[in-house]
């Protein structure tokens, strides 16, 4: 009897079978024919990746353990011992940790860019200079990246451009299709969607590339197991859709907390005051995601009481799932900056950073008001 699944099912397999030595010798003659190991390829882990590739317009993509898995596979790509890398000044805290404590380790040496100087890369390029590493939407405090015109900047010096698009996602902007070389994700957050996945993705513009990170993958083990993609193509196929109602929410309560008292700040691209709202516009599909950050008293208590009060946010370190949440910069993604940086960066005692979910909007503005009030 042949069965014919409409959804591919889990393949979980550490290993496969062959018939006989002709079968392995196909195996290595005729790449991708067949399958051999579950961390050398995969049915599960390479349909994701397929699926990834085809949002972000890329030459070949490959799934990792996690998202940090992600970033260490796209700067292996193009980096060895004794080379230079350029990144932005405003990421996420495990990516600049990666970059200060291991590839240093290794001998890869990091400049941080402000992002203010981001167009003006001159003064920060070496002769070792390989590649620049930023992010669509910055962690945590919303900037965005004009990747367009960084890309031309970094091709002028003869550097690669590595984007982060996990705050951005596909749906709202392809870094690959403005220039980048290298866009990458932590499919655990919105590829994936349900807060049930650690998982990461990487997708090349070239296909050079794309198989050197292949390479990488296997030998390093960074690839992702089979449930773990499996999961993750399921939550895929509702990204769209997760994404429009994460903006749509995003926007209504953005302007709500701009007017909001208790407020000092507020850090969201879709509003009209956000100093670089006019390119999230062009750059982002008319939608802005569901990220942002709000700056309440510089006061811990206050801070706590907030949280406390929540019902919709629970305080959960990480961020784009169907359930809201809230998460605390100065006390977690980055923990490791000296207090100078941190203060640089803009991020404080009172920097709250909230991820918006899917529930009923009127419950989650009734839930920040309260908390608020």
Not at 123 to 151: C, H, I, K, W, Y
Not at 289 to 309: Q, W
Request: proline letters at 5%; one cysteine or more.
């Amino acid at each position: 009897m042949e069965i014919h699944p409409k959804i591919t099912p889990i393949y979980q397999t550490s290993v496969f079978k062959f018939e006989d030595l002709n079968e392995l010798e196909l195996y290595f003659s005729e790449p991708g024919s067949r399958y051999l190991y579950s961390r050398n390829g995969n049915p599960n882990a390479d349909e994701l990746a397929e699926a990834i590739n085809r949002l972000e317009g890329g030459a070949g993509a490959m799934v990792t353990g996690s998202g940090m898995a992600a970033i260490f596979a796209a700067v292996l790509a193009y980096c060895q011992a004794g080379d230079h890398v350029l990144c932005a000044a405003d990421i996420y805290g495990g990516s600049s940790t990666l970059l200060n404590t291991e590839l240093n380790r290794m001998g890869i040496s990091v400049t941080y860019v402000p992002f203010e100087q981001f167009y003006e890369l001159q003064s920060f390029v070496q002769p070792t200079t390989r590649l620049m590493l930023v992010e669509t939407m910055s962690n945590p405090l919303l900037r965005v990246a004009d990747l367009g015109r960084l890309a031309e900047e970094c091709h002028f010096h003869g550097l690669k451009l590595v984007v982060d698009n996990t705050f951005a996602t596909p749906v709202l902007t392809q870094p690959l299709a403005l220039g980048a070389d290298i866009v990458l994700h932590s499919v655990t957050k919105y590829l994936s969607g349900h807060s049930d996945v650690t998982a990461g993705a990487v997708v090349a513009a070239d296909a050079g590339v794309a198989a050197r990170l292949k390479q990488i993958g296997v030998i390093y083990g960074l690839t992702l197991s089979p449930m773990e993609s499996w999961l993750a193509v399921r939550g895929l196929k509702t990204l769209r859709l997760r994404v429009r109602e994460h903006s749509r929410n995003a926007l209504a309560i953005a302007n709500f907390l701009a007017d909001h008292p208790a407020v000092r700040d507020i850090y969201y691209p879709g509003l009209v005051q956000h100093p670089q709202h006019e390119l999230a516009v062009a750059q982002g599909a008319g939608l802005f995601g569901g990220m942002m950050s709000i700056l309440l008293a510089d006061d811990p208590e206050v801070v706590n009481a907030f949280m406390r009060r929540t019902k919709y946010f629970p305080f959960a370190p990480s961020l784009a799932g169907v359930d809201s949440s809230l998460s605390y910069p100065l006390g977690t993604s980055h923990r490791a900056l000296t207090p100078e940086q941190q203060q640089q960066l803009g991020i404080t005692t009172g920097l709250v950073r909230l991820s918006i979910g899917i529930e009923p909007l009127e419950e989650l503005m009734a839930d920040l008001a309260q908390a608020l009030d």
